[in-house]
């Protein structure tokens, strides 16, 4: 396992490797989110078409296919909130590796589902991220398994900057990036790419108000826990790890602004994204829009985009969002 925080050159490297394997997914034109806005043009980076239905792809293969022959040769295992699990169960799939997953009890069923659907062992373990880790680890090292990280791993940061390589080619009057905020990995590689590219760039960490642990330990200028709470965004729950290595520092380094936004805000941007744009996100996934809809850029851009991360969500729930049903 590579030590070393990652740079702009691994993600370059990354992109070498991913190329077959992952898709280069189109920018939507979003002219509803620039009018409430007042941005001249928002544009949706939309990873729900990476075939395991998020960007995690990215990072899941990268490292997959960085990890020794013998741990291939075992096997890999995860602890995930379900979208990182699936792009793992998908990438080991892809090798013809033999994947174990774990999830706490928080994950829900259909995302549990998901990962079985693709040949991949699930475990159910405790009732947080925090103790699904510890039973993936405790997996790896009592079987020799390849452990694979949700976020805090350079293989992992640098599969995920692939996506901001693509943005800052694709769209090269950028100004503004808004980035769905969990555990950090996607912020620390497209912001590690975007700003080798574009130093200017805004980079704007977006999380909910509930249960935003990369918020509070940037503010807390360490890592913190905070507790976990059901939301939306399931896909953003979860800490950091008290022992985060990687990760707060990039985004301590790299953002420039953070912002957080409600559970009504969230069913809001669904049902707005749904609406006007035609998609189906989950939560997680719509959190950059939510704040759009808010009117203004924060920092005042005027060409933004935002990340649509992932579309993994119940079907029946989904549809209660949009039908404006009440999500307290
Ligand atoms: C994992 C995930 C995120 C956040 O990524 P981090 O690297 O944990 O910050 C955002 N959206 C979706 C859909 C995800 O699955």
Same mark, same amino acid.
């Given at each position: 396992? %590579? +030590?070393?925080?990652?740079?702009? *050159?691994d993600?370059?490297?990354?992109? +070498? !490797?991913? !190329?077959?394997?992952?898709?280069?997914?189109?920018?939507?034109?979003?002219?509803r989110?620039a009018?409430?806005?007042?941005?001249e043009? @928002?544009? *949706?980076?939309?990873?729900?078409?990476?075939?395991?239905? =998020?960007?995690?792809?990215?990072?899941?293969?990268?490292?997959?296919?960085?990890?020794?022959?013998d741990?291939?040769?075992?096997?890999?295992?995860? %602890?995930s909130?379900?979208n990182?699990?699936r792009?793992?169960?998908?990438?080991? !799939?892809?090798?013809g590796?033999?994947?174990?997953?774990?999830?706490? =009890?928080?994950?829900?069923?259909?995302?549990?589902?998901?990962? #079985?659907? #693709?040949?991949?062992?699930? @475990?159910r373990?405790?009732s947080?991220q925090?103790? %699904?880790?510890?039973?993936?680890?405790?997996?790896a090292?009592?079987?020799?398994?390849?452990?694979i990280?949700p976020?805090?791993?350079?293989?992992?940061?640098?599969?995920?900057?692939? *996506?901001?390589?693509?943005?800052l080619?694709?769209?090269?009057?950028?100004?503004?990036?808004?980035?769905p905020? =969990?555990?950090?990995?996607?912020?620390?590689?497209?912001?590690?790419a975007?700003?080798?590219?574009?130093?200017?760039?805004?980079i704007v960490?977006? =999380?909910?108000?509930?249960?935003?642990?990369?918020?509070?330990?940037?503010?807390?200028?360490?890592?913190?826990?905070?507790?976990?709470?059901?939301?939306?965004?399931?896909?953003?729950?979860?800490?950091?790890?008290?022992?985060?290595?990687?990760?707060?520092?990039?985004?301590?380094?790299?953002?420039?602004?953070?912002?957080?936004?409600?559970?009504?805000?969230?069913?809001? %941007?669904?049902r707005?994204?749904?609406?006007?744009?035609?998609?189906?996100?989950?939560?997680?996934?719509?959190?950059?829009?939510?704040v759009?809809?808010?009117?203004?850029?924060?920092?005042?851009?005027? #060409?933004v985009?935002? /990340?649509?991360?992932g579309?993994?969500?119940?079907m029946?729930?989904?549809?209660r /969002?949009?039908?404006?049903?009440?999500?307290?």
């Amino acid at each position: 396992m %590579a +030590a070393e925080p990652p740079t702009a *050159l691994d993600v370059y490297r990354a992109r +070498a !490797r991913l !190329r077959g394997r992952v898709a280069h997914t189109p920018l939507l034109p979003a002219p509803r989110l620039a009018q409430l806005s007042g941005a001249e043009q @928002v544009l *949706l980076k939309l990873e729900t078409l990476q075939p395991s239905g =998020s960007f995690k792809l990215r990072g899941a293969t990268n490292a997959l296919l960085c990890l020794d022959a013998d741990a291939l040769q075992r096997g890999v295992v995860t %602890a995930s909130t379900g979208n990182h699990g699936r792009a793992v169960a998908w990438a080991a !799939r892809a090798a013809g590796v033999a994947c174990t997953v774990c999830l706490s =009890s928080l994950v829900p069923e259909h995302k549990a589902q998901a990962v #079985r659907d #693709r040949g991949a062992a699930v @475990v159910r373990a405790g009732s947080d991220q925090n103790a %699904a880790v510890t039973e993936a680890l405790r997996l790896a090292s009592e079987h020799g398994l390849g452990y694979i990280p949700p976020f805090d791993h350079p293989d992992v940061i640098a599969g995920q900057g692939t *996506l901001g390589l693509e943005l800052l080619e694709d769209a090269t009057e950028l100004d503004t990036l808004l980035i769905p905020l =969990s555990g950090g990995g996607l912020l620390a590689g497209v912001a590690l790419a975007a700003k080798t590219i574009n130093p200017a760039l805004h980079i704007v960490g977006v =999380s909910p108000e509930r249960g935003a642990a990369m918020i509070a330990s940037l503010a807390a200028k360490h890592p913190v826990d905070v507790p976990e709470e059901p939301t939306l965004a399931d896909s953003l729950g979860g800490g950091i790890g008290l022992d985060n290595r990687y990760t707060f520092a990039l985004a301590q380094q790299l953002l420039d602004d953070v912002v957080q936004v409600s559970e009504a805000e969230i069913a809001r %941007a669904m049902r707005d994204l749904y609406c006007h744009e035609r998609l189906v996100t989950e939560g997680a996934a719509a959190v950059g829009a939510a704040v759009l809809a808010r009117g203004g850029v924060p920092g005042g851009g005027r #060409r933004v985009a935002t /990340i649509i991360t992932g579309n993994n969500v119940d079907m029946e729930h989904f549809t209660r /969002i949009v039908n404006g049903e009440s999500v307290e």
